[in-house]
């Protein structure tokens, strides 16, 4: 193993200034007495970005050559051009919210991942605030300082924000990825009156309930890192950065991070169930990809939903595309969790399987099978198709919609900034820096629809 990690710090291009950089302005939980409040935070982040400006941006060429770097100031990768830059907290506020509800995004994205449920929430009545949370949305450096204890912090100064602007009205969490984790985490303190206020309900998207094993060892990378020659150990990858909204480099301290967070929520989820049998959270949707390369699959039935008591909660899983053409394609097994839980009668939560209609078409429907039972209810169809090209969602894909400019299936009429949903880079094997599952990868949702609704209805059933 050791030997393997000395040919990696050796292997492929060193790291850019973007790698680098270290921006001081950042929040940290150690100046979480300095930084009180939501205007507290904006104002920092404000700073944080001009120092961003400063460090990164100037440093960098401009001109055709740099055209999809990220950071090229006038490039089509820029975020700058754009407004508003979503890499950016944000907050959509009301004269007369129905409630609020606070988006936390996961590790290497930013608040873009949650712009398309933040607009739709926003329509509905909600007091919206999309937290950019510490190290993310500037530049991938900051994935090599960030803390646990950074982001938890950042948790509490927006739930904080949120009950002081809304007074008795519920307040809600939604957390993406590793944003569920941090949602969870705030629940499991506010349970027992160590924050406020206590959640409405938790949706969760995509949730880093445990991560890999082989995550644990990025600790011990991340240690040598300080070596000599050894910089490059602090990257899982080092890639070119030309996603606007989204670090494509992974900091080996990231994926500590995640380790630490999820373990710590696991453990306390655990230990709360093994004192008190009638252990509470708020109601949880879920929203999950029965195929995914991120998190641990099981890990939200097997570590949170089952542990929890019933009629409470819900899980809403997309299938694989199980018609038979597709179906020819997919590895055996894929997708097993669908069976398992469709075949498991001893449930305390309500599942709803989107799925194909049957193996003969790419028809959906949603099928609804209720806790401690095992024949789901009529079948809901849902009027739409697999596209033809989707096998499956993916970690990533949940929150995006079919026309989101960035991921979509489509490009925008503006082609002045660029677009990743369909990208096909032909060449020889072995020609570019990219990683084929990369570019292969689902990145948006196409029954995104189904999953708004669920959420609208969900807010209606929870807001008491």
Not at 434 to 441: S, T
């Amino acid at each position: 193993m050791l030997f393997l990690l000395l040919a990696q710090a050796c292997d492929g291009p060193p790291p850019k200034i973007w790698h680098t950089v270290d921006l001081t302005e950042e929040f940290t939980a150690d100046k979480a007495d300095e930084i009180r409040t939501l205007k507290d935070y904006l104002a920092l982040e404000e700073r944080l970005f001009a120092q961003l400006d400063e460090a990164v941006y100037a440093q960098t060429g401009t001109g055709p050559a740099y055209a999809l770097f990220r950071y090229s100031r006038g490039s089509i990768a820029d975020p700058q051009t754009q407004e508003p830059n979503w890499n950016r907290s944000f907050e959509l506020t009301q004269v007369s919210p129905i409630g609020g509800i606070l988006l936390l995004h996961g590790m290497s994205d930013s608040p873009y991942s949650l712009r398309a449920l933040a607009q739709s929430l926003h329509a509905r009545g909600y007091w919206v605030v999309g937290l950019r949370l510490p190290g993310h949305g500037t530049a991938p450096s900051g994935l090599v300082h960030v803390r646990a204890e950074d982001m938890i912090a950042a948790t509490q100064l927006g739930m904080t924000h949120l009950h002081h602007s809304l007074g008795e009205k519920p307040v809600h969490m939604l957390g993406y990825s590793t944003g569920a984790a941090l949602a969870l985490d705030f629940a499991l303190d506010a349970m027992t009156g160590d924050a406020k206020p206590v959640p409405a309900s938790l949706i969760l998207i995509s949730p880093a309930i445990r991560v890999s094993n082989a995550a644990a060892l990025a600790s011990f990378q991340d240690g040598l890192s300080v070596l000599p020659g050894m910089d490059r150990m602090a990257w899982l990858d080092l890639l070119p950065e030309y996603d606007p909204y989204k670090y494509n480099s992974f900091a080996t301290n990231a994926a500590d991070v995640v380790h630490r967070l999820t373990t710590g929520v696991d453990g306390r989820i655990a230990k709360r169930v093994r004192a008190n049998k009638g252990f509470i959270l708020p109601p949880t949707l879920v929203f999950k990809s029965a195929v995914d390369a991120t998190v641990t699959t099981e890990a939200v039935v097997d570590n949170l939903l089952t542990l929890l008591p019933p009629y409470r909660h819900e899980l809403v899983l997309y299938d694989i595309n199980r018609s038979a053409v597709s179906s020819a394609l997919l590895k055996d097994n894929s997708g097993p969790l669908t069976t398992r839980l469709m075949k498991d009668k001893s449930l305390p939560f309500t599942v709803t399987f989107i799925s194909n209609e049957s193996p003969e078409t790419s028809a959906l429907v949603a099928r609804h099978k209720q806790p401690f039972t095992v024949e789901p209810e009529k079948p809901q169809a849902l009027d739409t198709n697999w596209p033809a090209d989707v096998l499956s969602l993916s970690h990533i894909a949940l929150s995006f919609p079919p026309n989101d400019p960035l991921y979509g299936r489509y490009p925008p009429e503006d082609d002045n900034f660029i677009y990743l949903g369909q990208i096909a880079l032909r060449s020889e094997r072995g020609l570019h820096r990219l990683p084929a599952d990369l570019l292969l990868r689902m990145r948006y949702n196409p029954f995104y629809q189904s999953l708004e609704n669920k959420l609208f209805n969900w807010l209606e059933s929870t807001n008491g």
